[in-house]
């Protein structure tokens, strides 16, 4: 691949599976997390570790970011990392973050004369270890471009969104809202069946083997079925917070999404319950509190 | 197929299709339509017309009946029409309808020693005429066994869902509900998408291209994106009352379901603005005027 | 009073009441319940008790009924019974139930001369017994015009509300709902106030002592605040009828009511979780356990 | 009273009369408002303008703000502003605002030596100018005794919530949703009412003539009949604010709130719709074209 240095920041599930890619690639990977000490276990022939995120850019450079929520990416991009990363830089931004905070945030970018690439994931830890997860992207033409070769390297298809950056961060939203909803339209329809002696089994499977024969109602239904929910691939407390930024997005929007508040306010219920570290499919737990019925 | 003569009671745009492939078969089939016309205009070769359901049977024989809703099932399950199918007859009931509405029924078929098997169909008409519909099938086994063959031949797949007549309605409800919530939620995630400059069109793409690419996505995620919801294969009325009949199925149940009334909701508001004749995918459009935008 | 004799049929909570008062200003009245203990037990020297519905009546005279719920209403007005009061007769309904059944009566009703009239009761059996409650009031004029004397004398105020039998059940309904949200909504506010350090004894007083200086405020209120709730004066059960009825009104209706339903919702969390024996105010309780508070 | 001088912060609706009672008192009342023209046009004998906040002040004095919302207190609360109040000066916080943004100035506050008390007020323009609003009081001991004869001179009443910043705002943001959710049940409840022929006037009078007989019920009820709400005392996009404010302390102190959602929702539903600019009572418009009645 072209860059022969790359700067990461934000070493979680997600990120710490791209740098490791990225460096097996041959590219040379500055890293740096906010606790040093991820940053530290990584290091290796094509890994280097820095202590700040403008150590771990050069002038004109990328950097790559996939961070926790709004207030990570803002704290990243400080002004010593914008005049760092400078005139010609891109900021790769993975993080599932508001719209309108990107926005802000590539404003911000422009004045350093540094160009914010909206490029959030669509995929968990597992697919990103395999290079299977897809690529949102959106941003200043040129940069996106120097953007996809990477994207590609580290994943398996981008879908174009655009010059806007908010373009790919709503459109990461609105997938999650997807996928939380469908999570719980399975917990729903499967604690209406059982109460008419239908097993839930036996109700994921007239959905898989007819019209619901796709990767998310197999994966999520099964865990929902077997229960499996207590080693979180993306955590319930992660869905709460995507969950509330779509509701911030549609409250900015007006868009009135009803289902989508009754899936938040799910969510809502499950954290209030203590069900925070749960994978977020374990939100299927507090639907069947809800219908009274015992663990 | 074993039984020479059957009756088929409802000829709406799924019973007449299944009446006509029964006759394609070589069976004879003695319908029966509360509108005498839409009977008479079948008559052929191998399909007779009565007027009434109890002229259709035999005693000891099989009837078929697929209707608009509860109360017409139950008008059709007269006195006369159970004396009429007698001991060892069998009641293959094919309407969406309440579990317990199904069970009362049950109960008065068994007073004249006949059973009733339920049999509701997952399809719509264009499937039904292909036939690649699926049968969810519960009740007496025997009476299920012999109802077995005649499902087989009409549709490409039979769900056995034990002996309670009540199963397999309750999981038809069950699964229209998941549907009708898969429509609620492709709406609300393409309006909220599409204030953030994200096309409709694009969004459904990212869906289906990945983690949804199976046919309830596909297929109804395109007629939202066209708007191809005029012609309508399965009217919104219909989604409304089968969204009517999973709200009291949870009622009586005490299932709490705030996805399931958010779409019952949604589904009302658009029986409210005038579009009870539309397909029920047509309830994106009360999505889309809800969040401000001009048809 | 004008008429020397009257039929009470249901002697619940409210009915009971409602026949002492009617004995004491000297009417005979004739009782009958469907557990006829109940009747027997008020059997004294204005008080008949009677063991059918029919035998309470005399022709042309006036039935009074209070009964638990639209079945129970349908089953007391048989043809016998009908047939028993007969040309010229009255039926005063004070019953809470559906105005589509109330139509359905009111027209049964007349193809045995008799007429139907609404009287549903605001208030509670405290009420009742200090003749404090009020009547909603609607059907045929002239039978109206009989009715009004009586329900002076049974209560404080009469409300009357047009020619239609279901308006004043509608009205009923529509009374219940507030009610029912007043008590949803306070106990919400009092749940979110609390976490933020604000205690529900004073959160009330903010109410009841400035906008709200209501007797429904302050009554639910104060039984909210001291957890009052064990001992019904309106069962939590009963709620969750008249929620039902509300929203199956709103079904018919074509009335979107996602506060309504929101409430509803609460409702059956409620009753899905055991509380159905408490005072409807005990919906208070769900909603504190759904904030993660335990009793 | 006391203090010779005092700054007012924000002549809005509400500040501006109360900058003029307090001016009415014999106080010398330093004014400043975002846009000058406003603040220009009270000078009088006991008015003087300024041209920021920290002008307004004097050290170890007192502040008053009333403001439109969050964003406007964090600016008014500028470093300069603290230091010029300075140690042993007070701001008391008279906007309806997030608890939490609430306690982190207070924080700041106590940075440069000033106590921020928060002091919220209930009750709309009309009532300011007739001293007749309530304030909700909370914060360090002794600055709330400070603001006490300030607070009873301006207003009727004082409820003292503790020393902590957050419980004043917490109560002022519940107190307000119990009001939106009392407008939008009216709304609902006669919507479903008139379609069963009980018109909104009567429906109104059954529940002010009953047990809703307190000003909230009779004033907005009102309002609502007379489809009265071109002119709004508070604006329906304020309501929408302070909704926003409740779902937001709603999600971090994980109270699940439906009906809070649903009357969310609705005025939601009414900013998509353009309502924004009606009185908060016209989010009763919103509910009856929901409903399918045209205006």
């Not at 004369?113 to 959030?120: E, I, L, R, S």
């Not at 869905?239 to 509330?244: E, L, P």
């Given at each position: ?11 979680g ?25 991820k940053?530290?276990?990584l ?22 970011s ?25 900021h ?8 309108t ?26 697919f ?99 229960d499996?929910?207590?080693d ?47 994978d ?13 019925e015992?663990?």
């Amino acid at each position: 691949m072209d860059p022969q240095q790359i700067a990461y920041l934000g070493l979680g599930m997600m990120g710490r599976e791209m740098a490791l890619n990225l460096a097996e690639d041959g590219v040379l990977v500055v890293v740096w997390n906010r606790t040093p000490a991820k940053a530290e276990a990584l290091v290796c022939e094509n890994i280097r570790a820095v202590a700040s995120p403008q150590e771990a850019v050069t002038s004109g450079g990328i950097a790559l970011s996939c961070l926790a929520n709004d207030e990570a990416v803002e704290a990243v991009c400080s002004d010593d990392f914008l005049q760092a990363l400078g005139p010609g830089g891109v900021h790769i931004s993975m993080s599932t973050i508001s719209p309108t905070t990107a926005e802000k945030l590539s404003r911000r970018h422009a004045g350093y004369g540094v160009d914010y690439v909206a490029a959030p994931v669509l995929g968990r830890p597992d697919f990103v270890k395999a290079r299977s997860q897809r690529f949102l992207l959106s941003g200043p033409p040129a940069s996106c471009e120097r953007a996809q070769p990477i994207l590609e390297s580290l994943g398996s298809q981008v879908f174009p969104l655009g010059e806007e950056p908010r373009a790919a961060h709503a459109a990461k939203l609105a997938f999650n809202y997807t996928i939380a909803t469908s999570i719980t339209l399975m917990s729903e329809a499967f604690a209406l069946a059982e109460k008419s002696g239908v097993d839930r089994k036996v109700m994921h499977s007239l959905m898989v083997d007819t019209v619901y024969n796709c990767p998310l109602f197999q994966g999520y239904g099964q865990q929902i079925v077997d229960d499996n929910v207590d080693d979180p691939l993306f955590k319930l407390s992660l869905g709460y917070k995507d969950m509330s930024l779509v509701a911030d997005l549609a409250r900015e929007s007006l868009v009135p999404m009803p289902v989508g508040l009754a899936v938040y306010e799910t969510y809502q219920r499950a954290m209030a319950a203590g069900m925070q570290g749960l994978d977020w499919s374990g939100v299927n737990r507090i639907v069947r509190q809800g219908a009274g019925e015992k663990e």
